[in-house]
């Protein structure tokens, strides 16, 4: 009996989501870090990314930077999916520059961050290019990286990808981010029952 190992790219996350104390990721529809090939529409039709943070505190400000993969170099190569627009939440107040070039962000009230700790920082709409696929950008990913020298100064600790936030007796504290990777497109691979086994045994 066959099974789709869907599943690993969930289990392989979540280690560096529990060792950071804050992180930033796009995560999709189905509230995970990727999105399958049948659920990523055609040319014409758009499909949402949501930035998530991950703090225990409130958050005032970010920097990142949208990155593809570096290796890439799709058929054609111009079928990496198109960022459209970004949408902000109520609390929005400013932003310098483009998720895909380096994008800072403030919020006023800060992002309470509440409950499980995570807050929807922004959402991304997508939409693949004309004549392209899935199977062009099989398994492509879009990670969070710190955003260019060219674009802001890092911080001297945390470099590009850092936040900021105030608390009711000090201001201007910074935060070191750790930066996920999605996976658009992802590739549903079959296997046998036996191997299905060994890879769960990993994981009791």
């Not at 932003?95 to 962000?105: F, T």
Request: aromatic letters at 14%.
């Amino acid at each position: 009996m066959k099974r789709v190992l869907l599943v690993l790219t969930a289990i392989l996350v979540i280690p560096g989501m529990l060792m950071a104390d804050s992180s930033l990721g796009v995560y999709f529809d189905n509230g995970q870090l990727y999105i399958k090939q049948g659920d990523v529409p055609p040319y014409g039709q758009t499909f949402n990314g949501y930035l998530y943070i991950y703090a225990p505190h409130e958050v005032r400000t970010f920097q990142y930077q949208l990155l593809g993969p570096q290796e890439y170099s799709g058929t054609p190569a111009t079928c990496a999916p198109m960022l459209l627009s970004v949408e902000f939440p109520w609390n929005f107040s400013l932003e310098i520059g483009d998720p895909l070039g380096g994008h800072a962000v403030s919020y006023n009230p800060q992002l309470p961050c509440y409950g499980n700790g995570f807050d929807l920082a922004m959402t991304y709409t997508f939409m693949m290019p004309p004549g392209c696929t899935c199977a062009d950008i099989l398994n492509f990913n879009i990670s969070i990286g710190p955003a260019p020298t060219s674009f802001a100064m890092p911080h001297p600790e945390y470099g590009g990808l850092y936040g900021i936030y105030d608390t009711f007796g000090e201001s201007d504290i910074a935060f070191d981010i750790d930066g996920m990777t999605s996976t658009i497109c992802i590739e549903e691979t079959d296997a046998e029952e036996e191997s299905w086994g060994a890879v769960k045994s990993m994981y009791r």
